[in-house]
């Protein structure tokens, strides 16, 4: 299966700021997705990421929040922009490689915003 | 400090127990399921899977169940261990789309 490297691992920010998180796959994959993971609970998704066109955002996520990037099929980023402390969760990066089943997920980005 | 987990439901067993883990989906168009286990400051760990069209799957030490007829999905895990304690979390997809998330359960194995 697909092996991730997301950065950074975690960050403490200030309020007002923005964060971009990175996701690098070691392979070409087919689609590739963010999910927030809020303190003590299940994982949500933000978007799909689209290579070469604009993200899609599931309810309740704006890109002018979290604008994402995908640039090829290999590497991902999700910007966490004008960070408020109800912000500080775990962002996922996960990937689905054509052909396979399954779906793999980084280690996450642990975000706390002061 | 971080409350991770004190959201959600709670299995505890002794060690050498069967556990079995329990999820609901509400989308009956899904037709791929995962289950995922999460330990502390990871990301989800994929353990088994699922597709529609089948109604039992066995892995190591572990079997998935698929009930469509009432949209149930639930996880063995046999002689549970205490390398076992994590969240599990259910997940499904429709056409390998998006992949959406159930509540999650944590698993308690006490020695």
């Known amino acids: 299966s697909a092996v991730i490297s997301q950065k950074p691992s975690r960050d403490i920010c200030q309020r007002g700021t923005s964060l971009t998180i990175q996701c690098q796959v070691d392979?070409?994959?087919?689609?590739m997705f963010w999910y927030r993971q809020q303190p003590g609970q299940s994982l949500t998704l933000i978007a799909t990421?689209?290579?070469?066109?604009?993200?899609?955002?599931e309810s309740g996520f704006v890109i002018d929040k979290f604008p994402i990037s995908r640039p090829n099929l290999t590497f991902s980023t999700l910007t966490v922009s004008n960070m408020s402390p109800e912000d500080s969760s775990i962002y996922l990066c996960?990937?689905?490689?054509?052909?396979?089943?399954?779906?793999?997920f980084g280690s996450g980005t642990r975000l706390t915003v002061v | 400090g971080e409350s991770v987990g004190l959201h959600l439901p709670t299995l505890s067993v002794q060690e050498g127990d069967n556990s079995i883990i329990n999820c609901a989906y509400s989308?009956?168009?899904?037709?791929?399921f995962i289950w995922y286990k999460q330990e502390s400051g990871k990301g989800p760990q994929f353990i088994i899977d699922i597709r529609s069209n089948m109604d039992k799957r066995q892995g190591q030490r572990v079997t998935v169940l698929l009930n469509k007829t009432v949209k149930h999905l639930s996880l063995q895990i046999a002689a549970t261990q205490p390398g076992d304690s994590a969240v599990y979390f259910c997940?499904?997809?429709?056409?390998?789309?998006?992949?959406?998330f159930g509540t999650g359960t944590r698993l308690l194995v006490s020695p």
């Open positions: 989308n009956s168009a899904s037709d791929y």
């Open positions: 996960s990937v689905r490689a054509q052909g396979a089943d399954g779906y793999t």
């Open positions: 392979s070409q994959v087919t689609m």
């Open positions: 997940a499904g997809a429709t056409g390998f789309q998006k992949l959406v």
């Open positions: 990421a689209n290579q070469g066109s604009e993200a899609t955002y």
